[in-house]
């Protein structure tokens, strides 16, 4: 590193130590008044800025390490251990080689296992960058793991970025680790002294990721699984049920609402995304949140990702196969699984858009098409719309036996 570069680092470490004196007192001060948390100000990027309002509220910047979590149970059982394992060595020399210290964590943000050399491993100790620390952002406030987990991309924190001040003479490089699902299972991260700064540190932590990726693609599992997993069936569409196994699942109506957006979404939603298709901009607390998702967990034995809320088990679900029914062209499939509006009693805002979607696409397929069965079976559902029925007119002929039915059908819905 040249000069001049040393001295770029010393001079944004300078500037973020006076933001992080400045802001932070502020950010905690509007969080105890119930204030927002303010201007944001150029020289702190927005998602820090963002995860120091969150942060605030359960960490104090000035705990001096990460509180204390299990790793020895954790680190047996987790997928990670066979990959990591195998790239141990290649982790562990770039590790000391360069001045860093590797961790590894779940997808909680609790550390499993780390290399590196005795100095910074020891430095790393003080502040429990250890097996064990938990580095969630509810646990130790913003820096590169916890935004890793959190928007399940790559991060770097440097300096006064992060929420602690006892981290400010750190920068860390970390990038999440993904299942072959997607779920993001942890995150790697390379962590060393701010005055260490490197431009290839964090490729170098995305090579490793994928290595690890790689690993666990190409990973069987010991012991086949006794057996597969029941099928859950969703049923949105007008009356609603779900079964597993051929068994009913009774859900409450706020759950079977949160059931559908996630098999309408396949790849779902952040828990804030998620949160606003449900309630909108209804005064509903976290908590409440938080326990409904809970509860829809424990009724699918955890077939729903903790980060970003997704089904991880199969779901068949009538208003998806509409949807691909239409995407090939199959209007007969279509309505034969449209047996109604979605979750017509719902008035969760994502749930209204999704059942709006669905009534506009079938209705326009039905008007394009050139077959008067799908006007007339469409009719049956849609007693009121009138084009509906004239078009199932217009292509039937004088001798159909079915125009009766239509006319029938136009007659009632110009009267009302």
Not at 34 to 59: C, F, I, K, M, N
Not at 73 to 89: N, Y
Not at 112 to 120: A, N, P, S
Request: glycine share 10%; hydrophobic share 40%; net charge neutral.
């Amino acid at each position: 590193m040249t000069m001049a570069e040393k001295g770029a680092l010393r001079q944004r470490r300078t500037v973020l130590e006076d933001e992080w004196a400045r802001r932070v007192p502020q950010l905690l001060a509007a969080g105890r008044r119930g204030a927002g948390p303010g201007t944001r100000g150029p020289a702190v990027r927005t998602e820090v800025s963002d995860s120091w309002a969150r942060s605030l509220a359960t960490v104090d910047p000035q705990v001096q390490c990460a509180p204390p979590g299990a790793a020895s149970a954790r680190w047996a059982g987790s997928p990670l251990r066979g990959p990591v394992t195998e790239l141990a060595e290649e982790i562990g020399g770039i590790a000391e080689d360069a001045g860093f210290v590797a961790a590894v964590t779940d997808e909680t943000g609790t550390i499993l296992w780390t290399c590196g050399g005795r100095v910074m491993r020891r430095r790393a100790e003080r502040v429990n960058f250890a097996p064990g620390g938990r580095w969630d952002e509810g646990a130790m406030g913003t820096n590169a793991l916890s935004l890793a987990l959190r928007t399940g991309r790559p991060s770097t924190v440097f300096s006064a970025e992060h929420l602690v001040a006892a981290l400010h003479g750190w920068v860390c490089y970390c990038a999440p680790i993904h299942a072959p699902d997607g779920r993001v299972l942890g995150v790697l991260d390379l962590s060393t002294t701010w005055d260490r700064s490197h431009p290839l540190a964090l490729p170098t932590v995305r090579g490793l990721t994928s290595a690890i990726e790689a690993g666990l693609r190409d990973a069987t599992p010991e012991h086949p699984p006794a057996a597969p997993p029941e099928a859950l069936a969703l049923h949105c569409l007008g009356p609603s049920r779900v079964t597993r196994g051929g068994v009913a699942l009774h859900l409450p109506p706020r759950q079977l609402e949160i059931l559908t957006l996630l098999a309408l979404e396949p790849g779902g939603h952040t828990p804030e995304r998620l949160r606003d298709l449900l309630y909108g901009d209804r005064p509903v607390s976290a908590s409440t949140f938080k326990a409904e998702m809970s509860h829809l967990r424990r009724a699918l034995d955890g077939a729903v990702a903790t980060r970003r809320y997704a089904l991880t088990a199969p779901v068949e679900c009538d208003a998806v196969r509409v949807l691909r029914a239409l995407d090939r062209g199959d209007i007969a499939t279509a309505l034969a699984e449209y047996r109604g509006p979605l979750l017509p009693t719902s008035e969760a805002p994502g749930v209204a858009a999704w059942r709006s979607h669905l009534e506009v696409v079938v209705r326009e397929a039905v008007l394009a098409a050139t077959a008067p069965e799908h006007a007339l079976r469409y009719g049956e559902l849609a007693p009121y719309d009138t084009a509906v029925h004239e078009h199932a007119l217009r292509l039937m002929g004088p001798r159909d036996a079915r125009r009766g039915i239509a006319a029938s059908r136009l007659g009632a819905a110009l009267r009302m």
